[in-house]
């Protein structure tokens, strides 16, 4: 169960302050943390530690474990009234952490936002074990994570309030054994309720991860892949099935490459974003690579297709090859691009909507257009052959 976060639970003697381990990734990001003895002896109970950072970031994370899935985090953001809000997370992969209902913490005090920095000194009475994972407070050392995002305040006390992706993350190992001692009560704080100075760490023990792709690239890679298989791939398409229409072969290819050449630039954005932000396992960024590997295809299977059509006015196996990739790739590439908001981190609900909505219209309105032209080809045929029959 988890404890509703309170700023002001009665004060407690800092008994355990001189058992106060400090790990620092950056100028202005700081995480502390004490063992209780009672904790270190058994493994498990109480544990208190501090995320602490400059204001200036949206959100500071501490997670336990090496990597995100599996990992348990703690986010730490202001609540638009001077104080902080703790939210419990679950990681299961590269993408935003899920709420954790099942830890049981609570903000002591000394949290809060001052002098441009925002702490939140957290009791975690759970912590030796959640959904995914569990850790020995009785070990020497252990793995955790950290992250921030920089920007504006999020201003939010709702504990599953969407997150934006970070812009810095890393990793280190945690010497738990001069952080084990004391009784069990809030190490943060003195008697009269002023702050315990911490032992000073140096910056050299976290592992600073790779850096965070900017929101202009995410953008520019979503848009131009949104613009290719939702409007320009489908409209090349149906362009092919107008009747009457002067040049519709040429003008379908020109926009067919056109289309292809501007997705080679966002999957290439893409592979960069997934490649820097370790999410190249994602579903996402795999489909995208499987579809700009087949679609390079598609130009040569088209000409083939065309010079041997012509004479015959028959299909072969590069016609249905042709004709079949295109038709499995633009539907496919619209759902990749739902993937592709997912992965993206929290959107509002009026960009979701619009984009299934406008890719389910496109959608469909592609795929009618092929069924329809499917049923006019045979009908043709038909006629052609029944011409043949009264001719010979």
Request: contains cysteine; aromatic residues 8%; charged residues 10%.
């Amino acid at each position: 169960m988890t404890t509703l976060y309170t700023n002001r639970p009665p004060p407690a003697v800092a008994t355990s302050a001189q058992h106060l381990s400090q790990q620092c990734p950056s100028s202005d990001i700081c995480y502390q943390l004490n063992i209780p003895a009672e904790t270190a002896s058994s493994g498990s109970g109480d544990v208190f530690f501090q995320i602490s950072g400059s204001s200036s970031y949206s959100w500071i994370g501490l997670g336990q474990g090496s990597q995100m899935a599996g990992s348990n985090i703690f986010m730490v953001y202001a609540d638009g009234n001077g104080n902080v809000t703790l939210s419990p997370r679950l990681g299961t992969g590269e993408v935003e952490p899920e709420y954790n209902t099942a830890m049981n913490v609570t903000l002591l005090e000394g949290s809060g936002i001052a002098n441009g920095r925002m702490t939140a000194n957290v009791k975690c009475s759970n912590c030796n074990q959640w959904n995914g994972g569990s850790m020995d407070f009785s070990d020497q050392s252990a793995e955790w994570i950290w992250a921030a995002l920089s920007g504006d305040a999020i201003d939010s006390s709702s504990v599953s309030e969407g997150m934006k992706q970070h812009s810095a993350h890393g990793s280190f190992s945690w010497d738990m054994a001069s952080a084990q001692g004391g009784a069990a009560a809030n190490p943060f704080i003195t008697t009269d309720g002023t702050p315990v100075s911490a032992p000073p760490a140096p910056l050299s023990p976290a592992t600073q991860g790779p850096p965070s792709a900017s929101d202009a690239m995410v953008l520019a890679h979503g848009a131009m892949a949104a613009i290719v298989f939702v409007a320009l791939f489908p409209i090349g398409a149906i362009v092919i099935r107008i009747p009457g229409l002067k040049h519709a072969v040429w003008i379908h290819g020109a926009v067919q490459v056109f289309s292809y050449t501007v997705f080679v630039v966002a999957a290439c954005l893409g592979i960069y974003i997934a490649t820097i932000q370790e999410q190249l396992t994602a579903a996402h960024p795999i489909i995208g690579m499987v579809l700009l590997g087949v679609l390079f295809f598609q130009p040569f299977f088209g000409l083939v297709h065309h010079r041997l059509f012509k004479p015959k006015q028959q299909r072969t196996a590069s016609s249905y090859a042709h004709i079949w990739l295109g038709r499995a790739a633009i539907p496919l590439g619209m759902i990749n691009g739902g993937l592709g908001l997912q992965l993206a981190g929290p959107l509002s609900t009026s960009s979701i909507a619009a984009y299934g909505a406008i890719a389910g219209i496109m959608g469909v309105i592609y795929i009618a257009v092929a069924i329809w032209g499917d049923v006019r080809r045979r009908k043709d045929q038909q006629k052609l052959a029944q011409e043949k029959m009264e001719g010979a």
